[in-house]
């Protein structure tokens, strides 16, 4: 049986061979064709998404459909959406990957290490002995989930709709 060996290639990114978009977030929200769509669930408000270039397997985005680029200027509302989104996403990769932890937050800035400007907040699910040989040896990061399969899964998990609070 064959197992891919998943690398993201997030040099060329950093480098800025990007899509010619404005914002990609938004460009993923407008569902333009220039950039990958690895959204998992949304309303109209928000969107979950895979990362792109993650971390972890089932590391996730999530973002306001408003462009916001200062967590300053988070109406109310929006305030509670994305307390609200946090709490089903971690339910969700808690069901699904069962984690050790996590590390959640923003990249406020480009000193921070925020490469978009759109608002978003990171969750990355943590294990334990996430460093392998492959790591240390290869300079690469060892993924072992399938970025499109994880996409199926999720978006099953985040199918129904939700009534209860984490």
Do not use: Q
């Not at 938004?26 to 064709?33: E, G, P, T, W, Y």
Request: glycine share 8%; with cysteine.
């Amino acid at each position: 049986m064959r197992h891919p060996l998943f690398v993201p290639a997030k040099r060329d990114y950093v480098r800025g061979a990007r899509p010619r978009v404005d914002c990609i977030l938004c460009s993923v929200r407008d569902r333009d064709a220039k950039v990958a769509r690895l959204v998992v669930a949304e309303d109209r408000n928000f969107l979950v998404s895979l990362n792109l270039f993650p971390y972890n397997p089932g590391h996730l985005l999530g973002f306001h459909r408003r462009h916001i680029e200062d967590f300053l200027h988070l109406t109310a509302r929006e305030v509670r959406a994305l307390d609200r989104w946090t709490r089903r996403i971690l339910d969700d990769l808690d069901a699904e990957y069962e984690p050790a932890g996590y590390n959640i937050g923003f990249n406020l800035g480009r000193p921070a290490g925020a490469s978009i400007g759109h608002l978003h907040l990171h969750i990355v699910p943590r294990f334990p002995n996430e460093v392998g040989f492959i790591d240390v040896i290869g300079g690469a990061r060892v993924h072992v989930d399938d970025p499109a399969a994880a996409a199926r899964r999720l978006r099953k998990r985040f199918a129904p709709p939700r009534t209860g609070e984490r």
